[in-house]
């Protein structure tokens, strides 16, 4: 018998040859294929608080009764015949503040005085009962289709507080008038981006117990893509002060349970909180007067002004709700028009151009390798917060080194985390490379969040490198960016001084001296 007959044709004399180089091709088979995003760090914003927080700024318009009796606070009992704006036109507030770059307006529907901007079914303390447009007048309706026609959001506050309405101090009957009314505003102008409400209250009033979490679900059910804001979320957190200006340390991550409206403690709101178990981000409120509403008396802030209160709040990861009260016509004054033109116009100056947007960028590592194209450092210079720059895993040294090309004069530093995936950073600082290759520290910081602007003396210098000393887990860069600012009286904004109070053991962080690496601390991740 021959035997190679009964012998398989393609039988593979060497078996263990085969396995053998399998076992040797299974890496290049792994690495075949792209590397994952990084994991998401909890808490994350819901797809409203990306939205939200990406428009940067709202109008606020106080507008009422007040605004004809030259008060701040109304008692109630003001007669609705004082409420007559004669010239008022919606369209001018909506096109002021769209053509300012303002996103949406926010109306104070109504305010602790009681009287309702819109005709209300529930109260005849209301437009209705006003000599304006024959009793026939919608404020809330005139403004909400003046949006629309412009193409910005609308924002609505309705005051817990009501000075004139009987059924005020009686806990069940008074929640049941205030839904009554939310649910009138929140079902008869269409799509609402922002309910606005605090805690306030004057002192001696009358004890009243707010059912928020039943207002806030039902907000939520007429309304699921608005904003709810209130000095303790759930959706955005008042910062603390009604200046504008954010703590240089401003976290988006808080702990609603640690907030009592009406009573919460304004260094935890102004700070956040680098535990905290919720995703709330800040917003800043200031009016451009001394005042919330018009009075003759006073004028406006100058466009320098609003500036560097953009840079201590939308600069400092928050949004910016700037009031500017229209006037006893009705009208947005012009002098507070020509602040906003100008503000707009500085704006459009320092930041229409990123100095850097040609540099040639390079980093400390790259997530996936040489090949990975998807988290390469040259996203930094994209606009937006949904490409970024991700270091490989299990480094102890984070950096993004920028050739300008040629040396460039500038005075301010902006970088932006893709809070889509968590706030990460803890402690930054970009250096210049001086004559002799030494690097020197120019700013630091210590939280990002969505946008963090920092000033300092001009420097000109032609390297940069931007390092991440701390962070929560691998830190993620979306966009670095330097600009220059001839109108800001420019001081060096530091702010590593006040570190963030947090536990080493759940943190990556290194120290460097000389350009190389003394020490590292790290953690399980």
Known sequence: ???????????????????????????????SFPKPPPLPILPLPTFSQLQWQQTEMALFLHFGPNTFNDSEWGTGRADPAIFNPESMDALQWARTASEAGFSRVVLTAKHHDGFCLWPSDLTDYSVRSSPWRGGAGDVVGELAEAAREVGIGLGLYLSPWDRHDPSYGKTREYNEFYVGQMTELLTRYGEIKEVWLDGAKGKGEKDMDYFFDCWFDLIHQLQPRAIIFSDGGPDARWVGDEAGVSRSTCWSLFNKSSALIGHTDDYYS??????????????????????????KSEHPKNATTLLDIYYKSVGRNCQLL??????????????DIQVLQEFANLRSIIFSTNLAENATVTASSKR???????FDPSHVLRDGIYTYWAPEERQ????????????????????????QMGQRIMEFHLDIQRGGGEWTMIANGTTIG??????????????????????????????????????????????LSSHSHFNASQTVRFKMGNQSLKGVTRAAM
Request: glycine share 6%.
């Open 1 to 31: 018998m021959n035997p190679s007959r009964n012998t398989p044709r393609n039988r593979n004399p060497h078996p263990q040859n085969t396995l053998l180089f399998l076992l040797c091709l299974l890496p290049t088979l792994s690495n």
């Open 322 to 335: 700037l009031n500017v009260p229209p006037n006893s016509s009705g009208l947005i004054s012009d002098e």
């Open 396 to 419: 102890c040294y984070w950096a993004v080194y920028l050739d300008l090309g040629q040396p460039v004069t500038f005075n301010v530093l902006r970088v932006q985390e893709p809070i």
């Open 270 to 295: 102004g700070r956040g909180d680098p535990r905290g178990l919720d995703w709330v981000p800040p917003e800043c409120d200031v009016s451009i007067r001394p005042g919330w509403f018009w009075h």
């Open 450 to 495: 969505y946008k963090r602007l920092l000033r300092f003396p001009k420097v000109e210098c032609q390297f940069l490198r931007f390092v991440v000393g701390k962070a929560r887990a691998d830190p993620l860069i979306a966009y670095i960016g330097v600009y220059l600012d001839l109108f800001s009286t420019v001081k060096n904004e530091t702010s």
């Open 368 to 374: 996936g390798g040489i090949n990975e194209t998807r």
